[in-house]
């Protein structure tokens, strides 16, 4: 069983739609990460989560340390925000297997 | 704002050879980086932390006279896949800290091809 559990596997959304993606997690952490994971490989840095709620542009993350689950939210969706979305507990170096999302035009 | 960057992008190479991957910090310094290694539709798995100045320490079941990592200075971590194989054939990615400990920031990727 992995650490990090992300749900949905795949999503297709049409443009502007609200997009929500989900990560369970079964260990006590400090902090949780968002990844984005462009195409070519890179990765970037979305959110640094330890409680609460944070909001970058249309980016919208969630965390509830009790219950062990964050979600990440798109709203207004785009075809450049097409990529896959990695959960991740950097500190204990679980990554989740990632959400690949399509963004239709 | 920092960046990390990482050289080649892609690489083919033949088997039994090596191959060199580079990653530097570009306007911060890390004492730390960490390789990883991402096979298609897979999780990262962390591969080994290169310590500045000091010896990497391998993840279970990597082997570290396969993957040579070497950090020699604050900005500069090199991963060397030592006699590659066919099986080797991943995409290989670092990351660093910066001294706030508050953001990571990942280097572009390697792909490594081995024919």
């Known amino acids: 069983k992995n650490e990090v559990e992300q749900s949905p596997q795949n999503l297709t959304a049409q443009e502007g739609e609200f997009i929500t993606i989900n990560c369970s997690y079964s260990v006590g952490i400090s902090a949780l990460h968002w990844l984005q994971q462009h195409p070519g490989g890179g990765i970037v840095s979305l959110f640094m989560l330890s409680s609460g709620k944070k909001k970058h542009g249309r980016l919208i993350a969630t965390i509830n340390i009790q219950e062990k689950h964050s979600s990440l939210h798109i709203t207004a969706s785009h075809p450049r925000d097409s990529a896959v979305y990695i959960c991740a507990l950097l500190a204990q170096f679980y990554f989740g297997t990632g959400t690949s999302l399509t963004v239709i035009p | 704002g920092a960046v990390v960057s990482q050289h080649p992008s892609r690489v083919i190479c033949k088997s039994g050879t090596s191959v060199k991957i580079e990653c530097r910090s570009l306007d911060f310094q890390a004492t730390t980086m960490f390789w990883y290694r991402q096979f298609p539709k897979q999780s990262l798995m962390l591969m080994a932390t290169?310590?500045?100045?000091?010896?990497?320490?391998?993840e279970q079941g990597v082997e570290k006279d396969k993957f040579l990592i070497n950090h020699a200075s604050l900005t500069l971590s090199t991963l060397t896949v030592t006699s590659a194989h066919p099986e080797d054939s991943s995409f290989y990615i670092c990351?660093?800290?910066?001294?706030?400990?508050?953001?990571?920031?990942f280097g572009e990727g390697s792909w490594l091809t081995v024919v």
């Open positions: 990351s660093a800290i910066d001294r706030s400990g508050n953001t990571i920031y």
């Open positions: 290169s310590n500045e100045g000091s010896k990497a320490t391998y």
